[in-house]
């Protein structure tokens, strides 16, 4: 098998019998409007080759991985083959290239993409994720690729039996890609702290995954974009502190923990699996990163052109925005009594330019509705008239726009808020989905936590997104448990939430016993 990388979590994947492409994205137009473009810039990759797989294997539903422009370009006769998990909003995303059969395989299920190469798809446990890992084997040889996902280890373990014990090669994304803290009014000290945060929480679940699944090798991608549109070149800066780790900022942690068999990989690097042994693209003997400023720099006058494209399709509106800001709202408000409670305060919203205004939408019961006002707002967000529009017409998904950058936010009291998965995923059967899920998910399971001393058991599925503890939570110096998919903190005195509204976490003494007893596993304690 060979594996040749086309920058950000793109692959290009070569076996015995098929020629395959994982999540390539190559569109000079960037994604997420022109806000992200690939690090390094891989247009060099734009072949023959490229344009002929034999199918199109897609991770999940977002657009630095669903690429309309390059799809549009390839054979109709490559079938994109996605998670029954993430096919729904790959769909969306195809319709806007050629048309193309999707093979949407269920979780585990296995897709014989030729005579000996097989795949199948391993999804994160949750309603709302559109992410899976996929492994790939030919031949005996078994590439994995968790790309972003979080899975828990349990699926770890079973993604390792299923490979027979024996993983060649697994990829897997550094970074974490967010709105926050990058685009929250933050002192540059706090938003530097936050990112610091979320990126040693990311490399702490890879290392794990790494001693649950002991790949011969390892290909970090960073997965992080750069920023090239002048109004949002300043997120570059997160390249190095923050959330966007670079490949050789990557390898160096893990050499730092003792995993030296990290493959560093430019786009149109070559990994030969049998052989153990990488093949380089001499397009980059040529180009220089060391001073990345100056590449970035670089890099936007070339793309400028696109990115001002793009904005011509996002006009300022001549006429107020108020109507469909309210009309968009009051609908929302009622797809989900459920997530109403769970929200539980005013949000505002100031938009600028033609067509804007300060307008809220109140969550409380007692005051529930839509207002020309920004009063008494927890959460205030700042966004362009030209997103605007867009938003409230629904022809431009939350998702892709937070994705964007283009905002900012402000809280009144530092604490998460659950209205932001509302407009991501402004679905009512989903939210159903979801309150099932959360009010449900093994509501007698519990683990036994160990701090400062002193244990007790606490439920195993967190109160906010029933993510599974044994995987995401983590135990503070200060005596309290953080689940790292949202960063919820619970108090393990009391179960209150700690910062934010997310539900009570059940705690009680050690040895009380569960109607599902779970095997006792102490919590690590994490470092302040």
Known sequence: MRVTSLGHAGLRVETSGARLLCDPWLSP???????????????????????????????QG?????????????????????????????RRLLKESADRRIVAATPWQRVEVAPGTTLFFVPED?????????????????????????LAPIQLEQIRDAAGGRIDLLCMQGATMSWYPSCYEYSDERRREAARQKRLARFAYIVRALRILKPTHVMPFGGHPCFLDPELFHHN?????????????????????????????????????????????ATWDAVSLSDRRRYLTEYAERRRPHVDAVLARFPEPRESLWDSFRDYFEHLLLLSPYFNERIGIRIGFHITGDGGGDWSVDFRPESRGVRPTLDDCGYEYRVAARWAQPLFSRALGWDDFLYSLRLTARRSADKCNDHVRL????????????????????????????????????????????????????????????????????SLSDGRCLNGNAGTLRVAPAGAESATPTPIMAMPEWPS
């Open 29 to 59: 137009e960037g994604a997420f409007q022109a806000s992200w473009f690939q690090y390094p810039d891989n247009a060099h990759l734009m072949s023959d080759e490229i344009r002929a797989p034999d199918a199109v294997v897609l991770t």
């Open 62 to 90: 977002e657009r630095d991985r669903v690429d309309p422009w390059l799809l549009a370009q390839l054979a109709t006769s490559a079938p994109a083959i996605a998670c029954t998990t993430s096919a729904p909003s790959v």
């Open 423 to 490: 407009l991501r995923f402004a679905d009512e059967k989903l939210l159903r989905a979801v309150e099932k899920h959360e009010a449900t998910a093994r509501a007698d399971d519990t683990i036994a936590v160990h701090s400062g001393g002193k244990a007790c058991r606490v439920q195993r599925f967190c109160p906010h997104a029933g993510s599974d503890l044994l995987d995401s939570g983590e135990v503070l110096p200060s005596g309290a448990l953080r689940c790292l998919a949202h960063r919820y903190e619970y």
């Open 237 to 281: 800066d997160g390249l190095e502190p923050g959330g966007f780790p670079d490949q050789k900022q990557y390898i160096a942690w893990l050499a730092d923990r003792g995993i030296s068999n990290a493959v560093a990989m430019m786009p149109g690097d070559s990994w030969d699996i049998t052989r153990r042994r990488r093949e380089t693209d």
């Open 126 to 150: 949750s309603p709302l994720s559109r992410r899976a890992a996929v492994v790939l084997r030919d031949g005996g040889e078994t590439l994995v690729d968790l790309g972003g996902t979080r």
